[in-house]
């Protein structure tokens, strides 16, 4: 049964690139550069230092910006999914936050913020933050009540009862939250990137628009993708190991 997924997931994958030939072969799509013109244009970069900068500046930038955005938003989201008061005091002001798309804070950084490279990482913090405290908060809530008083019967104080009960139980739905998190923090990094960054992979595929570089346009979004892609699967491997007894108790 494994061996079968991972052909499925193989040919998942090589259904792209096959596509694309057809795609680009029949002219189904004006423009569009043919696979061996992206991968003669990917050999080139792979020479380039500026193609190298860009890429660890703009890793550099996701995992900062997403490990801040962690450490804030689940105690925050714990707080407000276990305290009605405290709730009441943050969540309608956050709410209000969340909708605004990351295009749109992108003046107002810059008007605030005194360096480029902190309004870049404010916004990529954003998309992190709200999909790890909403989650954070279901998760929280989402917590049976007999679990804290069998906890609290037993004689645990309510730091004991929310770091060994309350926590845990909502450590499903933090992960959840952290891997999506981890893919709107790139696509908020490449749109900052884009509109205010001289580096990173956003500006580096921007600038091959606009001087009509198009197969370097997709070598940018190929170079984004399979680094969003590792940014999940690390994520998705750290919250294997910290849930590792989930698989204990369903075996």
Known sequence: MESRRRLVRLASILAVPILWLAAS??????????????????SAELYREDF????????????????VAAAIAIPLGL??????????LTFPALEMLRPIPPIAWIPFTILVLPAAELSIMFITFLGAFFPILLNTIQGARGVEVEFSRAAQSLGATS?????????????????????????LAWVNLIAAEMV???????????????????PAIIVGIITIGVLGAVSSALVRL????????KEVEAA
């Open 25 to 42: 072969r029949l002219g189904l799509v004006s423009g569009l550069p043919t696979p061996m013109e992206v991968a003669t244009a990917f």
């Open 52 to 67: 190298w900068i860009s890429t660890v500046r703009s890793t550099v930038r996701v995992l900062a910006s997403f490990v």
């Open 79 to 88: 707080l407000i999914g276990r305290y009605t008061v405290f709730a009441d």
């Open 159 to 183: 730091f004991q009862t929310f770091r060994h009960v309350i926590y845990p139980s909502a450590l499903p739905a933090i992960h959840a939250g952290m891997i999506v998190g981890m893919g």
């Open 196 to 214: 205010a960054g001289g580096t990173g992979l956003g500006f580096l595929t921007w600038s091959a628009y606009t001087s009509g570089s198009y």
């Open 238 to 245: 750290f919250a294997n190991w910290q849930i590792g007894w």
